[in-house]
């Protein structure tokens, strides 16, 4: 399975494309036996706030169940059709990341947010830029209305900020702020709706986070942070080159009229 021609052009065009179906039921089911197990041996609440910054069922992250739905699907090789077939990092690992309800009424407004910044939180390091190339996330449950922890995205702010860095630099994605963002005029957000099995491929530098969720049911989601095998010698000059470790994406480029890039 590779990603479309057409599907690369959504991916150009909003910094994102989600891939219906892309893992099996079966393994949908399997990771989240997992997680509700885990839950059932109980949630220690003065590790909340930890967990829902990098992770929950910590135990789990390196497990079959959680691991497999990026090794063994074809997301793996959707992922390797856009950035290239041996150029990404193995993945070891993932986020296990799950929205309860709220009760609030209205919801709390969405906060962008771009990863691997230095947050009280999420172990990142004050001065330090963890960043990556492609967030993948794979749906395991449903997410069928607003507001119901949906992956919410500002589409196109992967080129937005790419232009803000080019002509400002990139001094702001290390400071010891997390929530400061470049100060550009955001487009709308756009929450996303799923079925468990949806995969969702998203530019590394697109503006995103989690709706809150208002709904009945808790959202459950696995997500893969991968990075191309070269990223640790170019991590700022990706910032103002977006597809430089885009492989799959130099054609695309190309038809709009923009250098290509070499990683």
Known sequence: MKVTHAQKLELYEKGYVQIPGAVPGVMVDAAVKAINHSFGNGID????????SRSFCPELREAPEIVDLYNRTPVKELA???IGTGKLNSVTAGQIAVRFPLL???PPAL???LDGRYSPHNGV?????????MLVGIALSEVTTNYAGNLAVWPGTHRYFEQYFSEN???LMTRGDAVAMPPIEMPQPQQLIAQPGDAFLVHYQV????APNVSPHPRYAIYFRLRHVDHQDHRLEALTDIW???????????QHGEPVPTS
């Not at 590790?47 to 829902?52: A, E, P, V, W, Y």
């Not at 390091?125 to 190339?133: D, E, H, I, V």
């Not at 430089?244 to 190309?254: F, K, P, Q, S, T």
């Open 45 to 52: 609440p003065t590790q909340m706030i930890t967990f829902q």
């Open 80 to 82: 390797e059709s856009l």
């Open 104 to 106: 609030d009424d209205p």
């Open 111 to 113: 906060r962008p947010h």
């Open 125 to 133: 390091p004050a001065g330090q830029l963890r960043s990556f190339t």
């Open 169 to 171: 630099g990139t001094d």
């Open 207 to 210: 503006a995103h986070t989690a």
């Open 244 to 254: 430089l470790e885009w492989d799959g994406m130099r054609e695309i480029v190309a």
